[in-house]
């Protein structure tokens, strides 16, 4: 039996799940935990697959001062406490650039790729590369599996993925690439068995999480997304604007004098709904508030989610379904029914009970289009590929 140790690696906190792999391929999550203020406040926490917490601790900064640190110390706390000791890790990378299509087996010559890929997602790839390259070097021989949030995105066409710009950016890597990939084809894979009858069909699949972006699909395969160059893109975000006029940035520039750095940290730090609504990013706080503003980003939110449906029905040609999914899409029905009643052109008539009490389908019968919530597992996905990738070799 296999161990997959599942890795999702942020700038200053360390995901990560367990997974038993049996022969047969079947996967049982066994751990999840993580690491958040590495380098600040390093406290590592780990709860069981049920949820029951196992770990609670917190270390110097000097002890986990870095990702590959956080890394050590969470497999130090699985190897000595649970007796857990993984045959491969996967993790998540956000950026396969224009090169990877699927996950890859990593070796010295992948990272070298994957590392040319840092200028595209400056924020994101280095922090996901950093434990890959320190585990390469410390263990060399045990698999680890780089897993891409843009590589589910890779057939679109090329009017899809080019920008009306010169030719020579589009061929050094300016290309529309799209992200949440894993989530999205984890949607993809579970259609068919929680609604065969739209599987096949046009859906655009809406991941609203703190990141958000929307997916195009049709028969199961990507064919546009709401997302671009990079995880800016497309409709407001917890902290990120979604498409903006390039234009505001050339004027925070040239007449405010802002720096790159500070447009930067705006644009994925104080904007979205903590920008507009001037209270928070969570949008639980913001249905709580009496604050006309909460109200309004959340408005606009829905209504900036409704419109670019409007774009992706266009990509293709028509629309049968809508899937909410992530924290927002699965969790709050009020955001659900906002949305909803901004597709009542495309024939979404809301069940408000079934969409109250967060059931699956939450369109009613006979609605043209049908609306439905699935809950994404994007660590799932990648155990599945990290799992899929190693037993050819075995
Ligand atoms: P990420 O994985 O990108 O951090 P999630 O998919 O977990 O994000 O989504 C996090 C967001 O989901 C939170 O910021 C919050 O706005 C929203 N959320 C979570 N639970 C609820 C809830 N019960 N009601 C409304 N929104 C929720």
Same mark, same amino acid.
């Given at each position: 039996?296999?161990?997959?140790?599942?890795?999702?690696?942020?700038?200053?906190?360390?995901?990560?799940?367990?997974? !038993?792999?049996?022969?047969?391929?079947?996967?049982? *999550?066994?751990?999840?935990?993580?690491?958040?203020?590495?380098?600040?406040?390093?406290?590592?926490?780990?709860?069981?697959?049920?949820?029951?917490?196992?770990? +609670?601790?917190?270390?110097? #900064?000097?002890?986990?001062?870095?990702?590959?640190?956080?890394?050590?110390?969470?497999?130090?706390?699985?190897?000595?406490?649970?007796?857990?000791?993984?045959?491969?890790?996967?993790?998540?990378? %956000?950026?396969?650039? #224009?090169?990877? +299509?699927? #996950? %890859?087996?990593?070796?010295?010559?992948? $990272?070298?790729? =994957?590392?040319?890929?840092?200028?595209?997602?400056?924020?994101?790839?280095?922090?996901?590369?950093?434990?890959?390259?320190?585990?390469?070097?410390?263990?060399? +021989?045990?698999?680890?599996? /780089?897993?891409?949030?843009?590589?589910?995105?890779?057939?679109?066409? /090329?009017?899809? +993925?080019?920008?009306? &710009?010169?030719? *020579?950016?589009?061929?050094?890597?300016?290309?529309?690439?799209?992200?949440?990939? =894993?989530?999205?084809?984890?949607?993809?894979? *579970?259609?068919?068995?929680?609604?065969?009858?739209?599987?096949?069909?046009?859906? &655009?699949?809406?991941?609203?999480?703190?990141?958000?972006?929307?997916?195009?699909?049709?028969?199961?395969?990507?064919?546009?997304?709401? @997302?671009?160059?990079?995880?800016?893109?497309?409709?407001?975000?917890?902290?990120?604007?979604?498409?903006?006029?390039?234009?505001?940035? =050339?004027? $925070?520039?040239?007449?405010?004098?802002?720096?790159?750095?500070?447009?930067?940290?705006?644009?994925?730090?104080?904007?979205?709904?903590?920008?507009?609504?001037?209270?928070?990013?969570?949008?639980?706080?913001?249905?709580?508030?009496?604050?006309?503003? /909460?109200?309004?980003?959340?408005?606009?939110?829905?209504?900036?989610?409704?419109?670019?449906?409007?774009?992706? !029905?266009?990509?293709?040609?028509?629309?049968?379904?809508?899937?909410?999914?992530?924290?927002?899409?699965?969790?709050?029905?009020?955001?659900?029914?906002?949305?909803?009643?901004?597709?009542?052109?495309?024939?979404?008539?809301?069940?408000?009970?079934?969409?109250?009490?967060?059931?699956?389908?939450?369109?009613?019968?006979?609605?043209?289009?049908?609306?439905?919530?699935?809950?994404?597992?994007?660590?799932? @996905?990648?155990?599945?590929?990290?799992?899929?990738?190693?037993?050819?070799?075995?």
């Amino acid at each position: 039996m296999d161990t997959i140790l599942v890795v999702n690696a942020g700038s200053s906190s360390v995901k990560f799940q367990v997974f !038993a792999a049996q022969s047969s391929g079947e996967l049982t *999550r066994k751990i999840k935990g993580q690491i958040d203020g590495i380098g600040t406040r390093p406290r590592l926490r780990g709860s069981d697959a049920d949820g029951a917490q196992s770990a +609670d601790r917190e270390f110097r #900064p000097e002890d986990v001062a870095d990702v590959p640190a956080a890394l050590h110390a969470a497999a130090a706390w699985l190897r000595d406490e649970l007796r857990i000791n993984p045959t491969a890790i996967g993790h998540r990378v %956000v950026h396969g650039g #224009p090169d990877f +299509d699927r #996950p %890859v087996l990593v070796t010295a010559e992948v $990272l070298a790729r =994957l590392e040319r890929y840092v200028p595209l997602a400056p924020l994101h790839q280095p922090h996901n590369l950093a434990p890959i390259r320190s585990i390469l070097a410390r263990s060399p +021989d045990l698999p680890q599996v /780089a897993c891409f949030d843009t590589a589910f995105h890779r057939g679109h066409s /090329a009017i899809v +993925d080019h920008y009306a &710009i010169p030719e *020579r950016f589009y061929t050094e890597g300016v290309r529309r690439y799209g992200f949440h990939g =894993l989530s999205y084809e984890y949607i993809a894979t *579970r259609l068919p068995q929680v609604a065969p009858e739209i599987a096949s069909a046009r859906v &655009i699949v809406a991941h609203l999480g703190s990141g958000a972006s929307m997916c195009a699909l049709a028969g199961g395969r990507s064919v546009e997304s709401s @997302m671009g160059f990079t995880a800016l893109d497309g409709i407001p975000m917890g902290t990120r604007p979604g498409q903006i006029d390039p234009g505001v940035l =050339l004027y $925070l520039i040239e007449q405010k004098g802002m720096s790159a750095a500070a447009v930067a940290d705006l644009l994925y730090r104080e904007c979205g709904l903590k920008g507009l609504s001037g209270i928070s990013n969570d949008v639980r706080e913001l249905q709580a508030s009496k604050d006309p503003r /909460a109200q309004f980003a959340l408005d606009h939110f829905c209504y900036r989610v409704a419109l670019h449906a409007g774009m992706l !029905a266009s990509a293709l040609g028509g629309l049968d379904a809508f899937v909410f999914t992530a924290g927002i899409g699965e969790n709050s029905a009020d955001v659900r029914a906002r949305v909803a009643a901004r597709l009542e052109w495309l024939g979404a008539e809301l069940d408000a009970a079934a969409n109250a009490a967060h059931a699956m389908l939450i369109s009613r019968q006979g609605s043209r289009l049908a609306l439905y919530v699935v809950p994404t597992d994007e660590e799932l @996905m990648i155990a599945r590929h990290t799992s899929a990738l190693l037993r050819p070799t075995r």
